[in-house]
């Protein structure tokens, strides 16, 4: 594991998290057994979309640390400089940490917004069959 990978195990544990709940969500919606009332859910879309928003500011102030200078010219200055650039951008830096959790409260929205159409499936079901037990 290196260092960038150790130093954001928590990050991605709660990554994991993230996608699990997003998963479940998803699985519930599919075989009808959550459907949520529309404006919940659209709450808990537009809080998803609130907190993607904030990591989108966070990437911007975190472009800073993507480049690290005044560490010298020596071969372990480059090195250390590199490993600094690598724990913000590298394949499993922080910046891809924070981009992926943004595409998971994406999709976590879209999650939402689905079992918000299931409500509205069923109550229209309810109501058509309702509307046919009266004639």
Same mark, same amino acid.
């Given at each position: 594991?290196?260092?960038? !990978? ?73 090195? @250390? ?22 595409? !998971? ?28 037990? @009266?004639?």
């Amino acid at each position: 594991m290196t260092s960038a !990978e150790s130093g954001f195990a928590a990050a991605k544990e709660g990554l994991k998290a993230v996608s699990g709940q997003t998963q479940w969500i998803n699985s519930q919606v599919s075989a009808g057994k959550l459907a949520l009332d529309p404006e919940v859910a659209e709450r808990a879309a537009k809080r998803c979309e609130e907190e993607g928003d904030e990591l989108t500011k966070l990437i911007n102030e975190a472009r800073a640390i993507t480049r690290v200078s005044g560490l010298g010219d020596y071969k372990p200055g480059a090195q @250390l400089a590199q490993r600094f650039e690598d724990k913000a951008e590298g394949e499993a830096g922080a910046l891809k940490l924070i981009r992926d959790m943004q595409a !998971e409260l994406d999709k976590q929205a879209a999650a939402f917004r689905e079992a918000a159409k299931q409500y509205r499936a069923t109550d229209e079901q309810n109501a058509d069959d309702f509307r046919r037990g @009266l004639q």
